[in-house]
């Protein structure tokens, strides 16, 4: 790796970010030239982050640059990952969408030469499928991503990644509600869809040939049964998961408070077991973040309104929302760290969900700050509710 090379990368992309033509920068700069590493990319990304670019601005940057190094990047001989680790299964689950995408494509086509609501059933059926990929995107953000934070330095581009994954869905979404719509219109939906394959085209070449062999060579060991431990929690579109076997040193590092002990609260004495069932089956997720602003604990029930793994236990809470939201994110919790302020809600539709987020700033009895409660719960069927129930009626 060459300090020389990074720094080349660095002021290209940050003339990309300013506006200045293309073809100029390759010449100063003899991109075409150079052969740079997956570690340098990766690298000349974080540092252009820290300087807190603008992210819109970097996406088409980014898109430029591994434009131009695609046939680089593509022909340096990729890792062979164990049989059964997470990074098969995620390269597995990125062959299936590939495999998903191309046979849409003849669909598409299809209803460009004609309309028709056979066609039109049949689109939708496969976006819906599409739309099954991106829990691969919830994987990474609280899987793979927080393994990346602790094994990894240069670690911020994956903000540009997760940039990337709200696109995805955002478009997968409007992609679905032109073919859902009364009236068909051809033209939106060839934009969203297109914008659909460009952007999952764009993540897969970057995990595949930046991330993934920058994970296998650069992380711990350790860290990646961890990870598939991890996994299990999730259902990968085109990669089974539920064959995945449990770890016994796993399940022993998380379980090993269990057992007789007991906690004298305020109002009553638990015992662990007892912790564990009440904030299992409240009907809200919790997380909870500390005054150092670290994920501390988050409640598991059945049906989680958002993916959480324990590998965001000790990861910073600006890392575990998108680059778009974090200043919104950095704002709540310095209002609620100078007192001006003790809660924030809010609420958004996500599919037929109906979700209400609310943050509560937890002081202890001094007042001083002790961290942030996030509490999230679904509630859809809550808005239904009309009159009274006096009795009970199952």
Not at 277 to 286: G, H, R, Y
């Amino acid at each position: 790796m060459k300090k020389l090379q990074i720094e080349t990368l660095i002021r290209y992309i940050q003339g990309l970010v300013a506006g200045e033509k293309g073809s100029e920068l390759l010449k100063r700069f003899q991109i075409h030239d150079a052969s740079f590493t997956a570690l340098e990319v990766m690298m000349a990304l974080d540092k252009v982050i820290l300087k807190d670019v603008d992210m819109e601005k970097l996406k088409i940057a980014s898109n430029k640059l591994f434009n131009i190094l695609y046939e680089t990047l593509s022909v340096t001989e990729k890792p062979k990952y164990p049989e059964g680790s997470i990074l098969a299964h995620l390269v597995q689950d990125n062959q299936g969408i590939k495999e998903q995408l191309a046979d849409t494509r003849k669909y598409i086509k299809q209803i460009n030469r004609e309309i028709t609501p056979g066609a039109l059933a049949i689109l939708q059926e496969h976006f819906d499928r599409i739309q099954l990929f991106t829990e691969h995107y919830a994987v990474m953000q609280n899987i793979v991503f927080p393994e990346i934070e602790r094994g990894i330095k240069e670690h911020r581009c994956l903000q540009l990644m997760w940039a990337f994954h709200d696109d995805i869905s955002m478009n997968i979404q409007k992609t679905l509600e032109e073919l859902q719509a009364e009236y068909f219109d051809l033209a939106q939906f060839n934009v969203a869809s297109s914008k659909v394959y460009f952007a999952i085209n764009t993540i897969l070449f970057r995990e595949e040939n930046v991330l993934f062999p920058i994970m296998f060579e650069l992380l711990d060991e350790s860290s990646f049964p961890k990870m598939l431990h991890q996994l299990r929690e999730f259902k990968l579109a085109f990669s089974d998961t539920s064959a995945i076997q449990p770890n016994s040193n796993m399940a022993g590092t998380l379980s090993a408070a269990s057992g007789p002990y007991h906690i004298q609260l305020s109002t009553g004495i638990l015992d662990i077991q007892q912790l564990e069932l009440i904030f299992k089956n409240l009907p809200v997720d919790i997380t909870f973040v500390d005054e150092n602003d670290e994920v501390k604990y988050f409640s598991s029930p059945e049906h989680r309104v958002f993916p959480r793994t324990t590998g965001i236990i000790g990861r910073k809470v600006q890392n575990c929302h998108p680059h778009e939201s974090v200043h919104v994110v950095n704002q709540i919790v310095e209002a609620f760290k100078k007192g001006e302020k003790s809660e924030a809600s809010f609420w958004i539709k996500m599919g037929a969900k109906y979700v209400l987020i609310k943050y509560f700033a937890l002081r202890d009895n001094a007042q001083a700050y002790r961290g942030v409660l996030e509490v999230s719960q679904e509630i859809s069927e809550i808005q239904k509710i009309r009159g009274e129930r006096r009795l009970l009626d199952w």
